[in-house]
């Protein structure tokens, strides 16, 4: 047998070819792993773009002042708001793209949250009397909401248009936003609902009982389709065959409630999204059908809120849990229970919570180019949890929300001002099922929340946002966020003093 010896140049071809064939391989690779991980529309991003008609200076001055803000106060921060959507809108306005990170649902998804999460803001001005159009600079001057969110409609929930929602189906994203959808169209009925065709009441009718069909996940998911039904039946849409299973969905929901308004929210348990997840959709249940669970919801808000008034002071709240960029919607309790249990806070209390959530927040940053950011004070990808994108974090007006749905009925946002626990002295309080304790320190307006069962360790620290998630995000078109949920639920101790300190990281 005849061997061939090798020359130094053959070798030295031979491994520039191997390593060539290598790295051929390694790329193919990759390129198959981007193609199954990519989310949809990775690379589209929106543009930022500051509201002029009601510029955002405007709106902070008015939760500058000595005195309190009021009800005139608050819609200038609802016009900030509406006028980005319009800026960020779609050309049909089945959806709205706003700047930031994607979500691993992809750009379609994302922007229908920024449809279906401003729908309810929109409508609870048009409820209290306030006209739909407003000044924008972006189209031409003036927007007419009611026209381009009943386009948006008629668009979105056409299954043979090509910018469709796609169905409602089990635990599908779609379930989510349609909450919200209806619960807009119920707000807003008079101004919205009532000014479509005959055909597109259908079409939307059609599309939103998907919801009453789909089975959502565990925890606040639950409320979604409870929202929907008692939304259609109050639009006068037909669900009655849907009554049994709705009243089936309520009772599994119930028997999470652990007590004292607080409910078992798998797979992290017991967090701000009883606040605003929770009890934001007990509120609009009982606004929509006054005879839905009066006893239950009265105690429950009642208790909850009661507790959720110690977390408020000068200096912001705790920042512990998940979507922590749903902040300012942090005194939602308090305002639902103005409705549903009246003698548990007083009205004082809540408007001044509500008042410091957002005066000290708008001073952070939270709101940049029409919109809330996605950190805890500006934007901030570490604390961007993946399933959320750039128009998740309007769930954090949720507390305005009902604060303009109660300035319509009784003119809250009018009424005089009281000080908070935490204003008026020193306190320690216990929360028996939830286990939190809450301390609280006038001098310092120092709030800090203890979970007796945990302790800090290293694996708690925060995690950044570094180089490395960067480049793997680049190359494979996908969130890879870093999981700080150790740091969100696993520690000891969250003073609200340490949010100043994310917020400079």
């Not at 990775?42 to 803000?69: C, H, K, N, S, Y």
């Not at 299954?159 to 469709?164: E, M």
């Not at 006038?442 to 800090?448: C, G, K, L, Y």
Request: charge should be neutral; proline fraction near 7%; charged fraction near 20%.
């Amino acid at each position: 047998m005849i061997r061939t010896r090798l020359t130094p140049r053959m070798r030295r071809v031979l491994q520039v070819m191997t390593a060539l064939a290598l790295l051929l391989s390694a790329g193919l690779a990759a390129h198959e792993l981007r193609a199954r991980r990519a989310v949809a529309g990775w690379t589209e991003r929106a543009l930022p773009i500051e509201p002029q008609a009601m510029p955002l200076a405007r709106v902070r001055a008015g939760f500058e002042r000595m005195d309190a803000p009021g009800a005139a106060d608050y819609d200038a921060l609802a016009l900030h708001l509406l006028e980005g959507w319009t800026a960020y809108r779609t050309p049909d306005a089945e959806r709205a793209h706003y700047p930031g990170e994607p979500s691993d649902a992809g750009r379609p998804q994302d922007g229908l949250e920024g449809f279906a999460r401003m729908l309810p803001l929109a409508a609870v001005r048009w409820a209290g009397g306030a006209s739909p159009v407003i000044a924008t600079v972006s189209d031409a001057q003036q927007a007419d909401l009611g026209a381009l969110f009943a386009q948006g409609l008629k668009v979105g929930t056409d299954p043979a248009h090509p910018n469709y929602w796609g169905a409602i189906r089990d635990y599908s994203p779609q379930l989510v936003e349609a909450a919200d959808i209806a619960l807009g169209l119920w707000i807003g009925r008079a101004q919205l609902w009532d000014g479509l065709d005959a055909g597109t009441r259908q079409q939307v009718s059609d599309w939103l009982i998907g919801a009453l069909t789909s089975q959502p996940h565990e925890g606040n998911w639950q409320l979604f389709p409870l929202i929907v039904h008692r939304a259609l039946q109050g639009l006068g849409v037909d669900v009655r065959r849907f009554d049994a299973r709705m009243t089936s969905n309520w009772e599994h929901f119930r028997s999470l409630h652990r007590g004292d308004g607080w409910f078992e929210d798998p797979p992290n348990g017991f967090d701000f999204y009883n606040a605003w997840g929770v009890h934001y959709g007990l509120y609009w249940l009982r606004r929509m059908d006054p005879n839905f669970e009066p006893e239950f919801i009265g105690q429950a808000q009642g208790a909850f809120a009661g507790f959720q008034r110690h977390l408020f002071s000068q200096r912001g709240h705790p920042l512990m849990g998940r979507s922590v960029c749903y902040r300012m919607a942090a005194p939602t309790p308090l305002l639902a229970a103005q409705f549903t249990a009246p003698d548990a806070v007083a009205s004082g209390e809540a408007l001044r919570a509500l008042d410091l959530t957002w005066s000290w927040f708008l001073r952070q940053g939270a709101i940049k180019a029409g919109a809330p950011t996605s950190g805890f004070c500006g934007d901030d990808p570490a604390l961007q949890a993946r399933y959320s994108g750039p128009a998740s974090c309007l769930w954090s007006l949720r507390a305005l929300v009902l604060a303009l749905d109660l300035q319509a009925h009784n003119g809250l946002l009018d009424q005089p001002r009281a000080p908070l626990p935490v204003e008026r002295g020193n306190f320690t309080v216990h929360q028996p099922v939830s286990g939190w304790t809450i301390l609280g320190e006038q001098s310092t307006q120092r709030i800090e929340l203890v979970l007796p069962a945990q302790t800090d360790t290293p694996d708690t620290r925060w995690r950044d946002y570094g180089w490395a998630a960067r480049m793997t995000e680049a190359w494979l078109h996908s969130p890879r966020r870093p999981d700080n949920h150790p740091a969100l639920y696993l520690r000891h101790r969250y003073p609200n003093g340490e949010a100043r300190t994310v917020c400079e990281r």
